[in-house]
């Protein structure tokens, strides 16, 4: 089946029930930027802009998996501290995931901080313990996970080796999961992988496989001779093992084995891609999906998410999109909806690339476009164009109009040079693209002043500038239309 093809199957992700059970821990990003080394010592100074925070760990595999539509239980443990009740609250606020933390008291919450300048990840500060739960709070763990196993799809062991997943824990919910007929799929840590035997799918990176095995793992013969390896020792179905920016290789006790090249066009951060594989394809798995087509998904979902910064995830259009991109044409490849196109547009702007923006309907192109076009391109190394739908032009225009539907305008727009991305918008102004985009030059014909052209106060306000580009007279898509119906 053709990676386009896999699109059709990816609505089909919403029937899936997934559990899963880990380390959760709070993931904070704190942005800055850096002008000078402190004269204390030779380290940087990092002046802070702004921070994020988000849920990291198996958190952040649960938002995966309701980013893909699934529905999604989260069984942890946090502490009676500060960032437990952090992560409580944030996890509470996802609507969608299905919450069951457990708090022990005196346990010390698992927080990770990164320091960021220029996209460039300075430090991170890891602050956590490693103890094993209280027997108390596992046994209470096990009984409630006993009850939602039956009724998931799938069951997903996030071990992060902050304590949760114990050996008990492990083995017990694995033996529960097989008696119940449920799939397994283990993201592993450390490099005892005994606590893991007798599940279906086992997920390590090749660090891991290497750690685990004590083999060398840098061929694919090797990746493949080590994994078996694994399945023997351990009793495992199949070894998926992720490769980074090389993609997945997929291992099966049956002696198949399969390399999926990794899908990203621009590694930009590989923050929370393993997390990413695993929600993929046990929320594919819970649908019903082959184990093949799963791998995949998965695969493409984590080229999604590496096109973006930090602890990320995959929206079910971004892989729609991903899937389908394999079989278009360059030009097709550029029609992006506004997600897909944000994270290309700030792989751009790290690498220091001015961007521009304009938009219409461009309902029969003629050579006024063109001019436009290229006079925004001149002044811009990346154009991305707004396109106005069919029912947003129908609104401006009259019911008669558009003449070619948006697919069409799309098409031609995408097929010119001087044009890198296209996004096309239902509203009748393209205000909420702008505040998303923030382009550097907004340009719109002369026919406008500053004042009339939308967006032009946010462009602005941040920094741009506007251009009023010189119109080509004699060209109008209304007196082409007109003169054609003479």
Not at 295 to 306: I, K
Not at 319 to 337: F, T
């Amino acid at each position: 089946m053709k990676l386009s093809n896999l699109s059709t199957r990816v609505e089909t992700l919403s029937n899936a029930r997934v559990l899963c059970i880990g380390d959760i821990m709070l993931d904070r990003f704190i942005y800055g930027s850096v002008e000078r080394t402190s004269p204390e010592a030779p380290v940087p100074v990092l002046r802070i802009i702004n921070e994020k925070k988000m849920l990291g760990g198996a958190g952040n595999v649960v938002r995966n998996i309701v980013s893909l539509g699934a529905k999604a239980t989260l069984i942890s443990v946090v502490g009676d501290d500060s960032v437990g009740r952090e992560l409580t609250s944030m996890v509470g606020s996802e609507p969608d995931i299905e919450p069951c933390l457990l708090v022990e008291s005196g346990r010390a919450s698992t927080q990770k901080t990164r320091f960021v300048a220029e996209s460039q990840q300075l430090l991170r500060a890891d602050y956590e313990t490693n103890d094993p739960i209280s027997e108390k709070v596992a046994d209470n763990l096990i009984r409630m996970a006993k009850d939602i196993i039956n009724e998931s799809d799938v069951l997903i062991l996030s071990d992060y080796a902050k304590g949760v997943i114990g050996e008990k824990i492990c083995e017990t919910l694995i033996a529960i999961a097989r008696n119940e007929n449920k799939e397994i799929v283990i993201d592993p840590k450390g490099s005892d992988f005994s606590k893991y035997k007798y599940s279906n799918i086992i997920t390590p990176n090749r660090n891991e496989l290497a750690n685990a095995t004590g083999l060398s793992v840098q061929t694919s013969e090797e990746i493949i001779r080590a994994a078996e390896t694994l399945i023997k020792k351990y009793n495992i179905d199949h070894v998926l093992v992720t490769k980074s920016s090389e993609g997945i290789s997929l291992v099966s006790s049956n002696g198949k084995a399969a390399h999926l090249k990794a899908q990203a066009r621009e590694v930009y951060d590989v923050s929370g891609a393993g997390d990413t594989v695993v929600a993929a394809l046990a929320t594919s798995l819970g649908a019903n999906i082959s184990l093949y087509d799963s791998a995949r998904l998965a695969n493409t979902a984590a080229g999604v998410v590496v096109e973006k910064a930090g602890t990320a995830v995959a929206e079910i259009s971004e892989i729609v999109h991903a899937l389908r991109a394999n079989d278009l044409s360059d030009a097709e490849a550029k029609i992006i909806p506004l997600s897909t196109a944000i994270h290309s547009i700030a792989s751009w702007r790290n690498d220091g690339e001015k961007i521009g923006f304009t938009n219409g309907c461009f309902d029969l192109l003629h050579p006024g476009h063109i001019s436009l076009l290229r006079q925004a391109r001149a002044n811009c190394d990346r154009l991305i164009v707004g396109l106005n739908s069919d029912i947003s032009v129908k609104r401006l225009k009259g019911s008669s109009r558009p003449i070619q539907g948006e697919n069409a305008r799309a098409q031609v727009l995408a097929s010119l040079e001087t044009v890198d991305l296209v996004v096309i918008f239902e509203e009748e102004t393209p205000v909420t693209l702008i505040e998303s985009i923030l382009p550097d030059v907004l340009i719109k014909g002369s026919d406008y002043t500053e004042e009339q052209v939308v967006g032009a106060d946010i462009v602005r306000e941040n920094g741009g500038k506007v251009l009023l580009a010189n119109l080509e007279s004699g060209y109008s898509t209304t007196e082409t239309i007109s003169r054609l119906q003479k």
